[in-house]
């Protein structure tokens, strides 16, 4: 059973960028698919990127895609969220979560697919 901890949130200003990491131990990251969601004070947890397990393909929710990367460092046992071009709406907690769903391609968003779950970092944009 693999565990996941997440880092890099923090104080972040309008415009800004920031990259968060998630470290799995307990195994092998390699064997999962990846996903970050968030959750803003008072809402709901959504979904914000996915990356399967073999880093081939990638997907974004529509508001962060065009200033969002996702990667993974299997050796490391990391993978990562960047985001630039912050503004208050990013504000949230953020998750990984980690999956090993056979048709994670049809449902990756969905918080169901993902067995585990770090703890969460806290990113808050603000001037």
């Known amino acids: 059973q693999v565990q996941l901890v997440e880092s890099g949130g923090g104080l972040v200003q309008p415009g800004g960028s920031l990259r968060l990491s998630c470290v799995a131990s307990?195994?092998?990251?390699?064997?999962?698919?990846v996903g970050w969601f968030r959750q803003a004070p008072g809402g709901d947890r959504e979904f914000v990127s996915g990356?399967?397990?073999?880093?081939?393909?990638?997907y974004f929710a529509d508001s962060v895609k065009a200033r969002c990367t996702i990667s993974r460092i299997d050796a490391e046992n990391t993978a990562y969220l960047e985001m630039n071009s912050l503004n208050e709406e990013d504000t949230a907690v953020y998750y990984c979560a980690a999956s090993r769903s056979s048709i994670y391609a049809g449902v990756y968003s969905g918080e169901l697919t993902y067995e585990w779950w770090g703890q969460g970092t806290q990113v808050t944009v603000s001037s």
């Open positions: 307990g195994g092998a990251l390699s064997y999962y698919h």
């Open positions: 990356i399967t397990w073999t880093g081939q393909t990638t």
